[in-house]
């Protein structure tokens, strides 16, 4: 199957998202999946999902590999979660708010508007090494159900955690994995925080919740 990447969902200015691609790439396979992207996902160009062969799947842009994806067990322990009032106080002190690389990023840029961007603004928890924000889903995100649609779900768990885990070792990072199923998520009423994810060389837990 072919798909493309609007250039509404960049991460980079010229590239796509890395958790809305990998989520888009979980949701057309509808297995439990982990997603390495292995370049810059290019917006606006067909991209081609091939089948399942040596018990992996590959996504091509012409002859250019661009992700792979296997089957997996999700096997991560989340942490506890804050409350939405600790996750709120947390969005103030949000790096980006003084200083962002990428100001246009779909899910965590401060310079895309309500209705655009995810605007998911995560900061630190006090007294926690947890990074938290609320999120109230539009309803261009509806899957016609009133839930968020699963590509919009892998996105909202990925710049959090780079947030996260940038404290440490700030590269980005290249391989995700969730379990494929629709996440509650009713626009405009219920309030999710996103919590980190997986780098080349740890693993973050990510979680969300309802209010």
């Not at 006090?126 to 009133?146: F, K, M, Q, R, V």
């Amino acid at each position: 199957m072919s798909f493309v990447v609007a250039s509404r969902f960049n991460g980079p200015p010229q590239s796509g998202n890395g958790g809305y691609v990998a989520g888009l790439i979980a949701s057309a396979i509808g297995e439990t999946v982990a997603v390495r992207l292995h370049c810059p996902v290019p917006l606006e160009r067909e991209l081609t999902l091939g089948p399942r062969l040596d018990d992996k799947w590959e996504v091509h842009s012409g002859e250019r590999l661009i992700a792979t994806a296997r089957p997996t067990v999700v096997d991560v322990e989340t942490p506890a979660p804050p409350t939405y009032a600790q996750a709120l106080e947390a969005s103030k002190r949000y790096p980006g708010h003084e200083h962002h690389e990428l100001p246009t990023c779909f899910v965590c840029g401060p310079a895309r508007g309500h209705r655009d961007g995810l605007r998911i603004f995560p900061g630190p928890v006090d007294g926690t090494s947890i990074y938290a924000a609320p999120w109230i889903p539009d309803d261009t995100l509806d899957n016609g159900s009133h839930k968020a649609r699963p590509e919009f779900v892998w996105a909202a768990l990925d710049c959090p955690g780079y947030f996260r885990e940038r404290i440490s070792d700030p590269r980005l990072a290249g391989r995700a994995r969730s379990a494929h199923r629709p996440v509650g998520s009713h626009r405009r009423s219920l309030r999710h925080r996103r919590l980190g994810h997986r780098s080349r060389r740890s693993q973050i837990p990510c979680g969300h919740r309802t209010f």
